[in-house]
């Protein structure tokens, strides 16, 4: 098979290095790639949004099958691009078709289907600039924190949890009078805190089966404690300590479940990674929030501790044969450190010389935000590499990947050294 990868990040990265492990894939392309997947595959400068584009590309190459990493393109309708030409509809999409991909595009469609299925979440409201004074009214009919999230899609920085009313407000007035986060905060979902600790749970679809990939747990803050600004992952742990079997046995049942029977239920075609971010209040799980595609960092730790060869899952998925896939799953934790560059998430540099990466034998470096130029590697993005590691626990794998990272170096490197501090 011919294969190619949409992306440029991390989970790109981790794709590309899982696929190019399988006899099943012949040639393998990443659009538009990083240094990282320059490695072991061929990388196409196409950006993921330009579908035209990526359609030539494919029917020049004989690809057989489209794995679609980010959520842009799926919420813009990727799939239902390729599937509705009949040049290209024999081509396998990895990726749920638009309607579906809402579950993402928009908090307010999330949090609908959710009530819809009985699918345990925080109550919430929806507003926009018509009706702002309402949306103060709910915020004080709330206790703080309060919860604001931008309703489309906005790189995982549109959620902010804000502690005074008044703050909250101001915060409101902000995301929808002067378009804090532009297109994406033109409606706003406020909805109560939920107090506990998040994880993660992924899902394989072939839009009748599912599969449960490992749980993980991700870090987004960029402070240590996480304290500070959202970042798009400061790093991961796979297995969760605490998701014991009667958890997860809870997950199954009243979020898993009742989720792929909805997506049948309500017409929304789906092939392909359900991301559902989790929190545990008390003993019971509640969703925080639906995504369309798998997670980054998680990817990093999720993708390593799958034994079988991937490209036979993804044949699966699309064939809907995913019924007859058994996972088989390193017992082994995981785990990931993300550096990043210095001022992420906000303004940083790039250009910046990554040495050490050939000193690295302990760990699997993933690229992220890394690219080559004159026949150096060097930094192009907030999160430059995520650096994993396998260990009996999660411990030792987390001590492994900061020794790792001792043998690393670019200007203005940072990275949280108190990765899984909470478990």
Same mark, same amino acid.
């Given at each position: 098979?011919?294969?190619?990868?949409?992306?440029?990040?991390?989970?790109?990265?981790?794709?590309?290095? !899982?696929?190019?492990?399988?006899?099943?894939?012949?040639?393998?392309?990443? /659009?538009?790639?990083?240094?990282?997947?320059?490695?072991?595959?061929?990388?196409?400068?196409?950006?993921?949004?330009?579908?035209?584009?990526?359609?030539?590309?494919?029917?020049?190459?004989?690809?057989?099958?489209?794995?679609?990493?980010?959520?842009?393109?799926?919420?813009?309708?990727?799939?239902?691009?390729?599937?509705?030409?009949?040049?290209?509809?024999?081509?396998?999409?990895?990726?749920?078709?638009?309607?579906?991909?809402?579950?993402?595009?928009?908090?307010?469609?999330?949090?609908?289907?959710?009530?819809?299925?009985?699918?345990?979440?925080?109550?919430?409201?929806?507003?926009?600039?018509?009706?702002?004074?309402?949306?103060?009214?709910?915020?004080?009919?709330?206790?703080?924190?309060? %919860?604001?999230?931008?309703?489309?899609?906005? /790189?995982?920085?549109?959620?902010?949890?804000?502690? =005074?009313?008044?703050? /909250? !407000?101001?915060?409101?007035?902000?995301?929808?009078?002067?378009?804090?986060?532009?297109?994406?905060?033109?409606?706003?979902?406020?909805?109560?805190?939920?107090d506990g600790i998040e994880l993660s749970c992924f899902?394989?679809?072939?839009?009748?089966?599912?599969?449960?990939?490992?749980? *993980?747990?991700?870090?987004?803050?960029?402070?240590?404690?996480?304290?500070?600004?959202?970042?798009?992952?400061?790093?991961?742990?796979?297995?969760?300590?605490?998701?014991?079997?009667?958890?997860?046995?809870?997950?199954?049942?009243?979020?898993?479940?009742?989720?792929?029977?909805?997506?049948?239920?309500?017409?929304?075609?789906? %092939?392909?990674?359900?991301?559902?971010?989790?929190?545990?209040?008390?003993?019971?799980?509640?969703?925080?929030?639906?995504?369309?595609?798998?997670? =980054?960092?998680?990817?990093?730790?999720?993708?390593?501790?799958?034994?079988?060869?991937?490209?036979?899952?993804?044949? *699966?998925?699309? @064939?809907?044969?995913?019924?007859?896939?058994?996972?088989?799953?390193?017992?082994?934790?995981?785990?990931?450190i993300v550096l990043v560059s210095g001022g992420y998430?906000?303004?940083?540099?790039?250009?910046?010389?990554?040495?050490?990466?050939?000193?690295?034998?302990?760990?699997?470096?993933?690229?992220?935000?890394?690219?080559?130029?004159?026949? @150096?590697?060097?930094?192009?993005?907030?999160?430059?590499? /995520?650096?994993?590691?396998?260990?009996?626990?999660?411990?030792?794998?987390?001590?492994?990947s900061y020794q790792s990272i001792e043998k690393l170096?670019?200007?203005?490197?940072?990275?949280?050294?108190?990765?899984?501090?909470?478990?």
């Amino acid at each position: 098979m011919n294969i190619l990868i949409l992306g440029s990040g991390g989970r790109e990265h981790t794709f590309a290095w !899982k696929i190019a492990q399988s006899n099943h894939c012949d040639k393998l392309f990443v /659009a538009p790639g990083n240094s990282g997947t320059a490695d072991i595959a061929e990388n196409v400068a196409i950006s993921v949004t330009d579908f035209e584009a990526l359609k030539q590309f494919a029917l020049k190459e004989g690809v057989d099958m489209i794995v679609v990493g980010p959520e842009d393109p799926l919420v813009n309708g990727f799939h239902d691009f390729i599937l509705n030409d009949p040049k290209t509809r024999h081509i396998a999409v990895i990726g749920p078709q638009k309607a579906a991909a809402e579950l993402e595009g928009s908090k307010e469609f999330a949090k609908e289907f959710m009530s819809r299925h009985n699918i345990p979440t925080a109550a919430y409201q929806s507003f926009t600039k018509d009706n702002l004074e309402e949306g103060y009214a709910f915020l004080e009919s709330l206790k703080a924190p309060y %919860v604001l999230k931008a309703d489309g899609l906005a /790189a995982g920085k549109g959620v902010v949890i804000l502690h =005074d009313l008044e703050a /909250a !407000k101001a915060e409101l007035k902000s995301m929808l009078i002067d378009s804090k986060f532009g297109q994406a905060s033109s409606k706003v979902v406020i909805e109560e805190f939920l107090d506990g600790i998040e994880l993660s749970c992924f899902v394989l679809t072939d839009g009748e089966h599912y599969k449960i990939l490992p749980t *993980a747990k991700d870090y987004k803050r960029i402070g240590e404690g996480d304290t500070g600004l959202n970042t798009g992952g400061m790093g991961a742990v796979s297995p969760v300590p605490f998701a014991t079997r009667e958890f997860l046995n809870k997950i199954e049942e009243r979020i898993v479940k009742p989720t792929i029977a909805g997506l049948k239920k309500d017409n929304l075609p789906y %092939v392909g990674f359900v991301f559902i971010g989790l929190i545990k209040v008390g003993d019971d799980p509640k969703v925080i929030e639906y995504n369309v595609r798998m997670g =980054d960092p998680e990817t990093e730790v999720v993708f390593p501790r799958l034994k079988n060869d991937l490209v036979e899952i993804l044949q *699966a998925m699309a @064939k809907g044969t995913l019924d007859t896939v058994t996972l088989d799953i390193d017992s082994r934790a995981a785990t990931t450190i993300v550096l990043v560059s210095g001022g992420y998430p906000e303004a940083y540099g790039k250009g910046h010389e990554i040495k050490g990466l050939e000193n690295i034998t302990e760990s699997i470096p993933f690229h992220a935000g890394a690219q080559l130029k004159d026949g @150096k590697i060097v930094t192009s993005g907030g999160r430059v590499l /995520a650096i994993t590691s396998f260990g009996d626990s999660y411990k030792e794998a987390i001590k492994k990947s900061y020794q790792s990272i001792e043998k690393l170096h670019f200007d203005k490197m940072y990275y949280r050294s108190d990765i899984g501090f909470d478990l």
